[in-house]
């Protein structure tokens, strides 16, 4: 059944709420129907409705399936029965009913439709249609750039108080024109400038340095050939260009003993995507893996908190590399559930600042920090260190008091994103111990890992 434990579990809920309410769905007195064989587990539950939630759950493929109403991926029903199974309780063994083997067998012809669509496309190769799409969209982005940059200058000359009077329609009209473009990554950047017009603090300086920021990018994408490799292909990401995964997978990784320091899932509308952040043992190098997941498309949980892996990943090119792919795992490690030494406040500042003269669109970065100790002044909550140093942390972190009562009279090594003025913590060691702020929720108290 693989390594499901609790702490992974809980890691997989989408938020507090729905693993507290998946605890207590973890008892077989809760529970019909449940059987299990070499990779499936399955079960009824009762709930409100007049008929049970059937539950199913492909224990390698990490996905899952209950017919109850809750939007929330995975449900507590689903949670419940994985903590069923974590607490060996033991679920029998027997033959899948009717419900699971349809549904499996669904999924099983599902991935085979997609390996055939993907054997296609990798056995006939055009590299001359390839070559004129290409091209056919350049020319569409330089096409584009004219318009946006007119646009641009208009905003600057009518003033920003005028910009931020603006109604939607003014921001989403020049963004709906980008994405005609295809220029997907310049389209999101207009729509953050309109979020930004109607922030209530500071929103002046911001949008000024947004507008500036979008103005270096046209200029940037418009003189590519005179740019340094990582920097240019930064500039064709933010422009909304991909790089395939399978030609960055044929690169040459770093091998590494990786630790996995922070994970966070995030909404996007119809997308989720799952961000794991690691750091290697020896290199020193921050890695960023992202999963995504469409609709009710179940995220894999192939990496948990204090995780230590002998593993080789590849890098997307960057002038400052840090979206990762796993590219071989050698094998596992025995976990360390604490945070490696944190730097001092001036020194993290003064490494983010050498990032941002080789990337300037860089906006955040992965960072350790500590030890330090949080401060309550002003109705904002700062991280002071031994040097009586502070940073401010990020006002969209809603568990200040949390980090107060935890540290108490004690420092915190904390591993979070720097934005440039603010930092957001994901992780805090604190008396030897790790605790996470992904899912805090409506718990009272912070959710330790171990």
């Known amino acids: 059944m693989g390594d499901w434990s609790v702490q992974r579990i809980e890691q997989l809920a989408p ?7 998946g605890q207590g769905l973890a008892k077989p007195a809760k529970w019909q129907n449940l059987g299990r064989n070499a990779r499936l587990i399955w079960g009824e539950c ?27 991926l995975p449900c507590k029903h689903t949670l419940g029965l994985l903590l069923l199974m974590a607490s060996g309780a033991g679920l029998p063994q027997g033959t899948p009913p009717a419900f699971v083997e349809e549904w499996s067998a669904n999924r099983a012809k599902r991935a085979e439709a997609k390996q055939a669509r993907e054997t296609t496309a990798e056995t006939a ?13 350049e020319n569409r982005i330089a096409a584009g750039l004219d318009p946006l940059e007119t646009w641009l200058a208009d905003i600057i000359r009518q003033g920003l108080a005028a910009a931020r009077s603006q109604s939607n329609t003014f921001w989403s009209q020049m963004a709906a024109r980008l994405v005609d473009a295809q220029a997907p990554g310049l389209a999101r950047r207009v729509r953050e400038l309109g979020d930004t017009a109607v922030a209530s603090s500071d929103w002046q300086s911001r949008l000024l340095a ?20 990582g920097l240019a292909a930064d500039v064709r990401t933010l422009v909304g260009w991909t790089q395939e995964q399978d030609a960055v997978r044929e690169r040459e990784g770093v091998r590494d003993h990786w630790r996995v320091l922070g994970r966070r899932q995030n909404q996007d509308e119809q997308l989720r995507v799952q961000q794991t952040w690691l750091q290697g043992e020896n290199s020193g190098r921050a890695a960023l893996l992202l999963e995504f997941a469409v609709g009710t498309q179940p995220l894999p949980v192939n990496f948990t908190l204090g995780q230590r892996i002998d593993a080789e990943f590849v890098f997307f090119d960057s002038a400052t590399p840090l979206r990762a792919l796993e590219k071989t795992r050698h094998g596992a490690l025995p976990p360390q559930f604490g945070l490696p030494a944190g730097a001092a406040i001036a020194s993290m500042q003064a490494s983010h600042a050498a990032r941002v003269a080789a990337n300037p669109w860089l906006t955040r970065w992965p960072v350790l920090v500590g030890p330090v100790r949080p401060v309550l002044e002003s109705e904002r909550l700062w991280l002071e260190d031994g040097e009586r140093r502070r940073v401010p942390v990020s006002a969209a972190f809603r568990h200040a008091w949390h980090l107060v009562a935890l540290a108490g009279t004690d420092s915190l090594t904390i591993f979070g994103e720097w934005e440039g003025e603010s930092l957001e913590p994901l992780t805090i060691e604190c008396r030897g111990e790790l ?4 899912h805090l929720g409506e718990l009272a108290v912070l959710s330790r890992v171990a």
């Open 15 to 21: 938020d507090a709420a729905s693993a507290k309410a």
């Open 125 to 137: 190769p055009d590299p001359e249609a390839k070559a004129r799409r290409v091209e056919k969209r």
């Open 210 to 229: 947004d507008i500036a920021r979008l103005q270096l990018l046209i200029d940037a994408y418009r003189n590519l050939e005179q740019l340094p490799a």
């Open 435 to 438: 605790f996470s702020v992904a």
């Open 46 to 72: 009762q709930g409100s409705g007049a008929n049970p939630y059937q539950v199913r759950i492909d224990i390698d493929d990490v996905a899952y399936k209950c017919t109850c109403p809750s939007r929330k």
